[in-house]
């Protein structure tokens, strides 16, 4: 670990496009202003930690942790509707898998995909 | 686009419904491109299935559906980089856990959704009143395992 020290109101770079500066210092709190890009995420690091966890375990779930979560050919293309009615939603279609060549008899299940 | 997962085969999804994390998933940082996977009408789930990782993909929810209550304070610098002009083209997710038989919300990182122009990202509430694990729902008996 790199360690500087930096008084009140002094700043410390990091690369070409993070700045950190100690904003105000009292007792045994420190106030630290960051100026980072958009794209470059600053978080406290417990915090920061908590939901990276909870995201890695969201990561292993499994289509058979709940029945709900199945995605079944029939349910591809979607009316309209969906996350928020009447604006830009984001959709996907599932291709089918090929049936097999010899059924000896037809699946009830089966149902052409409706198109929106 | 053909899209290969894991979990689901082949998939096809338009380019342009395609969502883009500007700023990434928390300890997913190379991995910034999702698409949506609606399930039937009947489930309040979706799967967020990365684009270039078959195997990625995350269980989501509208928290709206299960918690009532929860606001999230988005800062002015942080509507800006999601390019939203307004909270109406906005979408909150959460992203979906399961511990034991319930399934939980991580209320303290949702998601942000523009829902024009497809930029998302997680967003990290400092409020501690709000759980990475919000329980959700109970799993009934009946649907705990899909059947092979």
Known sequence: MLVLSRQRDETIMIGDDIEITVVDIRGDKIRLGIEAPANVAVHRKEVYEAIRRENEQASRMAVSDYDEFRITPTSTVRKKGGLKRGSGQTRARIRSPQPKASRKRADPDERKNRTA | ?148
Do not use: C
């Open chain 2, 1 to 148: 686009m053909h899209v290969s997962t894991s979990r689901f085969g082949t998939i096809e999804v338009e380019d342009d419904r395609v969502i883009q994390f500007e700023s990434p998933l928390l300890g997913f940082s190379q991995y910034r491109r999702f698409a949506l996977l609606q399930p039937s009408d009947e489930s309040a789930f979706y799967w967020l299935q990365s684009v270039d990782s078959p195997e990625l993909a995350f269980v989501v929810t509208d928290p709206t559906l299960f918690v009532t209550g929860y606001e999230i304070p988005i800062r002015k610098d942080q509507l800006d980089s999601l390019g939203l002009e307004s909270l109406e083209d906005a979408q909150v997710l959460v992203i979906v856990n399961k511990y034991g038989e319930s399934l939980t919300g991580n209320l303290q990182g949702p998601l942000v959704l523009n829902t024009i122009s497809g930029t998302a990202e997680q967003l990290v509430i400092p409020d501690q009143r709000w759980s990475t694990r919000h329980k959700l729902v109970d799993i009934p008996e009946g649907k705990r395992a899909a059947s092979a």
